[in-house]
T-cell receptor, first 116, second 113 residues
Framework: EAEVAQSPRYKITEKSQAVAFWCDPISGHATLYWYRQILGQGPELLVQFQDESVVDDSQLPKDRFSAERLKGVDSTLKIQPAELGDSAMYLC??????????????FGPGTRLLVL | AQSVTQLGSHVSVSEGALVLLRCNYSSSVPPYLFWYVQYPNQGLQLLLKYTSAATLVKGINGFEAEFKKSETSFHLTKPSAHMSDAAEYFCAVSANRDDKIIFGKGTRLHILP
C-alpha cells in the first residue's frame, strides 16, 4: 500500500539552528500539505501545494519558515532559525486533487521536532 | 469562519461499551465534516467523512457518525469498544470543496479492560 514518507522521524536541535524536514507524497498525488501539530492540539495547515505551486501559505510564519516543492513531487519544509515554540509534530499529507476536499488526505507518520 | 468544538479532551469507556465522541461545528455554509484517528507517534487516518449525502455516515473499524443540522453536531459512535480503539480522535470541518480543513483539538479515547 502506498504511503506518504517523511524524514527524519525525530529531530532535536538547539534554538537559532536551522532544521529541514522532507516529505515524499503518494505517487500521482498533485496536492501536498504541511501541517504543524502542537502537543494537545489538532493539526494546523502551514502550506498547501498544487503541483509545484503554493496555493495557501497564509498560516506559514514566513520570517523563519520556508517550503518548496521544486519538481512537484517531494517537498522540503525549513525553519531558520528555530525557536523554542517551534517544538511540535510536523505532518505531511497528500491527496489526488486540491479541488475535491472530499478526496482523502493521506498523512505521513510525521517529524517530531524538539527545540532546546 | 469555520470551527469545531470537541467536548471532552479525554473519554474513558470500558471494553465492549458504547463509544460516543462529541463534536459540534460552526459554519456559515453547509459544511464538509470529517473524523480522523491518530495512533501514538503516527499520522492521521481518515475514519469517515460527510459530504452532504446521507446524514448517517459509516466509516472504517465499525465507527459511524450522524450529521444533525438542527444541533450542529457530528458525533462519532461505535457500538462496542475494542482495546485497539485507544487513540486520539479529531473532528474537522471544511466550508466547501476547495477550502482548507480546520481540525478540533482532539479527544483522547481510553479503553478500560
Amino acid at each position: 500500500e502506498a504511503e506518504v514518507a517523511q524524514s527524519p522521524r525525530y529531530k532535536i536541535t538547539e534554538k537559532s539552528q536551522a532544521v529541514a524536514f522532507w516529505c515524499d507524497p503518494i505517487s500521482g498525488h498533485a496536492t501536498l500539505y504541511w501541517y504543524r501539530q502542537i502537543l494537545g492540539q489538532g493539526p494546523e495547515l502551514l502550506v498547501q501545494f498544487q503541483d509545484e505551486s503554493v496555493v495557501d501559505d497564509s498560516q506559514l510564519p514566513k520570517d523563519r519558515f520556508s517550503a518548496e516543492r521544486l519538481k512537484g513531487v517531494d517537498s522540503t519544509l525549513k525553519i531558520q532559525p528555530a525557536e523554542l515554540g517551534d517544538s511540535a509534530m510536523y505532518l505531511c499529507a497528500s491527496s489526488l486533487d486540491m479541488l475535491a476536499v472530499q478526496e482523502t488526505q493521506y498523512f505521513g507518520p510525521g517529524t517530531r521536532l524538539l527545540v532546546l | 469562519a469555520q470551527s469545531v468544538t470537541q467536548l471532552g479532551s479525554h473519554v474513558s469507556v470500558s471494553e465492549g461499551a458504547l463509544v460516543l465522541l462529541r463534536c459540534n461545528y460552526s459554519s456559515s455554509v453547509p459544511p464538509y465534516l470529517f473524523w480522523y484517528v491518530q495512533y501514538p507517534n503516527q499520522g492521521l487516518q481518515l475514519l469517515l467523512k460527510y459530504t452532504s449525502a446521507a446524514t448517517l455516515v459509516k466509516g472504517i473499524n465499525g465507527f459511524e457518525a450522524e450529521f444533525k443540522k438542527s444541533e450542529t453536531s457530528f458525533h462519532l459512535t461505535k457500538p462496542s469498544a475494542h482495546m485497539s480503539d485507544a487513540a486520539e480522535y479529531f473532528c474537522a470541518v471544511s466550508a466547501n470543496r476547495d477550502d482548507k480543513i480546520i481540525f478540533g483539538k482532539g479527544t483522547r479515547l481510553h479503553i478500560l479492560p
